[in-house]
């Protein structure tokens, strides 16, 4: 909970001095959603990302990539195949024309979100696909012996 309190703390304090449509306050709700999902806040959560969506307008910016695969996530929750296929397919699009600030680690994290919605669509050798492919680019970037690196089997 101190966690959740202090990315909130963060997102007041961002827009208290900036417009919503700077990165880093979209960076910031996206964080705070992203922490609202992993809690099951699910309407808050949602209600983070579209203000996310509605900010970025047309720019293509790392954080909004993100939240598309947060929406991905969401939708897999609620047991929205159809839309967890249609967000998870938007984020690692958006991520191939991303400009201006991105983190490495961010496409495999996009990748593993697509992998899940590809096992859960019964396409067990396409989601293994992108976890190897993941898992590869996580043994790159992260230390040795992070869970990032470890391959789940989808197959």
Known sequence: EQAGAMLKASLDDYLAIDPETNQPV??????YGRWLLEGGRFDEAARQFDAVIAAAGERKLSHVALVHGDRARLALAR???????????????????ITGFRDVRMEPWLQRIRADVLAASGEGAAAQALEDLAATASARYDAPGSETIRRRRFD
């Not at 979209?26 to 964080?31: K, N, V, Y």
């Open 26 to 31: 979209m960076a910031i709700r996206e964080r």
């Open 79 to 97: 047991g929205d195949l159809a839309l967890a296929r249609q967000a998870s397919a938007q984020a690692l699009s958006m991520w191939s024309g």
